[in-house]
């Protein structure tokens, strides 16, 4: 087949290595250190399958308006991406599908988002509904964090119109896990589950941020967990969505917390984690764009993906800054002795050129993936690649998958 990835970053790099070793791919828009970027939109890439990598082109209906030409295309349309592109309406559809999820409430008057928050506990959970890049969700012990951000919000400060609706949420504690189901429709099949790192600093300080590290596999996700999870909340929620009439074909990404009353889901996103993708995909034994395809087209019909009996650890490299205000234009440097070394892909997310150098171009600029027969030699090689690469204020935490079991 001839594929083509729709996005720019670690994420659209890591889909494009992977379904490169069976398909002919290009990536639109891609970045100078994917192969196969081109500047062409999709609409306009001849293509047998189109897969979208972010959320943003998902909530805005590109896979809708691609279906309607007669392309075949793994993502959700419009009505499907809401999940992602509003919190209140994912909880809502939670809720219905008889999920196991945080207790909430949705906002738009700033006495009554305050007098819920109080109701809450203090562990203050406050989120954005609509998109906010992966930065509209505070987690904080600080009741005046947690006041200043619903005001924020709500005043459209913080996020524009993102945070003029707020869902408060119970907050809630345990172990993370993201499991990313490939769905056709009316069933899913689960790839192997990761852990992500969410914080910006060592030991969970600092800010959240769109992930700073990943591995692949985790030991509190068992099979059993994965299945269960896989009937309980995927499958339901597939269902929930049929009764809306949606027809949802792309991955639903499921994230999880082992609370101390059982798993919980915490969140729906619409696509590929990111850097996830980036440890999972890698292990994949079978062909991922047969799977894709067959997604896409409807019927899954009992494919069970394989996954390799190692793992993968992948660290992100950011610039100086993020996830604030990312310092872009540093030239990067020691990208190829980082690549040399053994069971190491380099995945490049904000990436640019200029006068034929690569540079900085975003908060998360290269995602380190290491693979090896277990979580500790994976780590090793993707620490040492780290090693070799270089610019001005580089931020790498340097505990990712250190002691994997937990991970916040
Ligand atoms: P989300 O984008 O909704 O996954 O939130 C980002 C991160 O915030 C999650 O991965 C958790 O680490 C944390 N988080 C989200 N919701 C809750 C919650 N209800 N209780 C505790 N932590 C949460
Ligand atoms: N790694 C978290 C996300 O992709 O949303």
Not at 263 to 278: A, H, I, M, S, W
Request: glycine share 14%; aromatic share 4%; hydrophobic share 45%.
């Amino acid at each position: 087949m001839r594929i083509c990835v729709v996005g720019s970053g670690g994420r659209e790099h890591a889909l494009a290595h992977v379904l490169g070793r069976h398909h002919e791919v290009v990536v639109t828009p891609g970045n100078p250190a994917i192969e196969g970027s081109v500047a062409t939109p999709p609409e306009d890439v001849a293509a047998d399958l189109v897969v979208i990598g972010p959320e943003a082109p998902l909530v805005d209906g590109l896979a809708d308006r691609l279906r309607a030409d007669g392309r075949l295309v793994f993502g959700p349309g419009a009505d499907g991406a809401r999940l992602e592109g509003s919190k209140a309406w994912m909880k809502e559809v939670l809720v219905d599908a008889g999920v196991a999820t945080a207790a909430h409430g949705a906002f738009t008057d700033e006495a009554e988002a305050l007098a819920f928050l109080d109701a809450m506990g203090d562990l203050f959970v406050v989120k954005t509904d609509g998109l906010a890049a992966g930065k509209g969700v505070l987690v904080t012990t600080d009741r005046a964090e947690a006041v200043d951000a619903v005001r924020a919000y709500l005043s459209g400060e913080a996020f524009g119109d993102a945070g003029r609706t707020l869902v408060i949420e119970e907050g809630l504690t345990g172990p993370e896990l993201s499991v990313l189901a490939v769905c056709d429709g009316h069933d899913a099949v689960a790839l192997a589950p990761a852990q992500d790192f969410k914080r910006l600093g060592d030991g969970d300080a600092g800010p959240n941020t769109g992930g700073m590290g990943a591995y692949s596999p985790v030991p509190v996700a068992t099979d059993a967990a994965v299945e269960a999870l896989m009937d309980d909340a995927v499958r339901p929620t597939l269902a929930a969505l049929r009764r809306r009439g949606i027809d949802y074909r792309g991955v639903l990404y499921c994230g999880l917390m082992f609370t101390p009353t059982g798993p919980k889901v915490l969140e729906y996103n619409v696509r590929f984690g990111d850097p996830e993708t980036q440890v999972v995909l890698p292990r994949l034994v079978d062909d991922l764009g047969e799977l894709l395809a067959a997604a896409a087209a409807g019927d899954l019909s009992g494919r069970v993906p394989a996954f390799d009996d190692g793992a993968a650890v992948t660290v992100v490299c950011a610039s100086e800054g993020y996830p604030v205000a990312p310092r872009t234009g540093d030239p990067i440097e020691g990208l190829e002795a980082a690549s040399a070394i053994e069971g190491v892909t380099v995945f490049a997310a904000g990436v640019g050129e200029v006068d034929g150098r690569l540079v900085t171009a975003g908060g998360r600029v290269l995602t380190v993936t290491g693979q090896g027969s277990d979580v500790a030699e994976a780590r090793s090689r993707a620490y040492a690649a780290v090693g070799e690469l270089s610019w001005p204020g580089m931020q790498v935490r340097g505990d990712v998958a250190a002691s994997p079991t937990v991970a916040g």
